[in-house]
């Protein structure tokens, strides 16, 4: 299927970033459906598929693609278990649409999972420096932390090296059955299987945070659903 073309080849990304520890604060929504294609970005930094980016080229003003694209990254990138992927998916569905240069947050968060730029948190500034330092800007006017790939690249990087948003090993292990859009009721017992509940409690820290989950729960069944699809074609 279409999905199976593109499971070979992931690159290795780099850890050589910046590395300031920052609070978190809340994300934002847009609905924001305008974005053009994206640069290719050096193969030294990202996760590297050439077919991934060419499939996100092909159609990146749709959501469906770009939640596909993203769930097909993260599990290149380590986020072997799809309902973990989704659950990720899902959050960023919730932020942004997945729209790396959409409409701005209240407070001026970008990007895919919506980074704040408040004084307190400087979140959309460490994405800046971090991908202003990792790649070359001169194929997008000096914004390629706009870029779709560059964002995932950053997001997993926070979620690897930047505490307290670190929730990559517990979202990558094998050792866990996780879901996306369980039918119980979040608690603390179940909180840790729950990767939508996880992502959103370790890296996004929305407000309100517990009434925002049952709509992010069916934004990851819908990712999920999609790259089930995409898959069969």
Known sequence: GKIDRLKTGAGSASTNSSSST??????????????????????RIVIEQAELQELYNSNPESLQNRAVVAMQWLIS?????K?????????LIGESQILPAGKKGKVGEEGIAQWNPEP???RLQELQRWAAK???????????YQDFFVQLNFMRHEMKNQAPHR??????????????????TA???????????HFMKVFERPEKMM???????NHAQEAYDWFEAAEKV
């Open 134 to 144: 990792n790649y070359s800007d001169t194929a997008t006017g000096g914004q390629i």
């Open 77 to 81: 990138a380590g986020i072997k278990n």
């Open 167 to 184: 929730c990559w090993a517990h979202l990558s292990t094998s050792n866990i059955s996780f879901e996306h859009n369980p039918d119980t």
């Open 211 to 217: 009434d925002k989950l049952q709509k992010r729960q």
């Open 83 to 91: 309902s973990a992927a989704a659950g990720i998916v899902g959050n």
């Open 22 to 43: 920052t609070a978190n604060a809340p994300g934002g929504t847009t609905e924001n459906s305008s974005r053009t294609a994206n640069a290719a970005v050096p193969s």
């Open 187 to 197: 608690t603390k017992s179940n909180a840790n299987t729950n990767a939508t509940l």
């Open 120 to 122: 307190k948190v400087l």
